[in-house]
């Protein structure tokens, strides 16, 4: 790819770099996470005893922070990339 200068103009190319694409993997990651979360709730434990009658809830809330730690190296690694630059 070809290396970018300080004056260089933004371009799609920008957004095709690894880190840029980690990172919007990781949003999207973090989006299903959240959309299944809310429409795979199951109805209230009438008693109050239980949270989350499956583990369905507990693997919502790994893969929301598998989303936030795949966004955040994204995000690392292009603050890394255009500080060399």
Same mark, same amino acid.
């Given at each position: 790819?070809?290396?970018?200068?300080?004056?260089?103009?933004?371009?799609?190319?920008?957004?095709?770099?690894?880190?840029?694409?980690?990172?919007?993997?990781?949003?999207?990651?973090?989006? /299903?996470? #959240?959309?299944? @979360?809310?429409? $795979? &709730?199951?109805?209230?434990?009438?008693?109050?005893?239980?949270?989350?009658?499956?583990?369905?809830?507990?693997?919502?809330?790994?893969?929301?922070? /598998?989303? #936030?730690?795949? @966004?955040?190296? $994204? &995000?690392?690694?292009?603050?890394?990339?255009?500080?060399?630059?």
């Amino acid at each position: 790819m070809q290396e970018l200068t300080p004056t260089a103009r933004f371009s799609l190319r920008d957004l095709m770099r690894p880190g840029c694409l980690l990172g919007l993997a990781g949003l999207l990651i973090l989006a /299903v996470a #959240v959309f299944r @979360t809310a429409w $795979g &709730a199951s109805s209230p434990d009438p008693d109050g005893l239980e949270i989350a009658s499956s583990g369905h809830a507990v693997k919502q809330m790994v893969w929301m922070v /598998v989303g #936030v730690g795949v @966004t955040l190296f $994204g &995000a690392l690694m292009s603050y890394v990339e255009y500080k060399r630059r």
